[in-house]
């Protein structure tokens, strides 16, 4: 029985920042792998980004490396996405994930639970 349940979504301008959060029910955070994909609609789901069960390791997509950073407390069951310099193309609903396995890795065939959603828009 495990719940993600993702916050911080919002309506930014082009150039802003926002922060992401996943509070984690159980030991989730702690057990595996975590996650953050993104889909706008009629458009499929896409990795966005992704950190290792310890914290050592990361993952990114090219389109928001450099921008986007990922990081975890574990002591909190928690996962962050922070989000810098925001692009319009960054709208869409964010989705927090954690993995079968342990390492930062990307596909979406090896999620084991996903989150709610929340909704990121970058207006021009």
């Known amino acids: 029985q495990v719940q993600l349940v993702e916050s911080g979504g919002g309506l930014v301008q082009a150039g802003g920042s926002l922060k992401l959060s996943c509070a984690a029910s159980?030991?989730?955070?702690?057990?595996?792998?975590m996650g953050w994909y993104r889909q706008a609609p009629g458009r499929a789901r896409e990795f966005v980004s992704s950190?290792?069960?310890?914290?050592?390791?990361?993952n990114y997509a090219d389109s928001v490396k450099g921008r986007f950073t990922i990081s975890r407390d574990n002591a909190k069951n928690t996962v962050y996405l922070q989000m810098n310099s925001l692009k319009p193309e960054d709208t869409a609903v964010y989705y927090c994930?954690?993995?079968?396995?342990?390492?930062?890795?990307?596909?979406?065939?090896?999620?084991?639970?996903w989150g709610q959603g929340t909704q990121v828009t970058v207006s021009s």
């Open positions: 994930a954690t993995f079968f396995v342990e390492a930062a890795i990307t596909t979406a065939a090896l999620v084991k639970y």
């Open positions: 159980g030991r989730t955070v702690s057990s595996s792998a």
């Open positions: 950190i290792s069960k310890s914290g050592d390791r990361t």
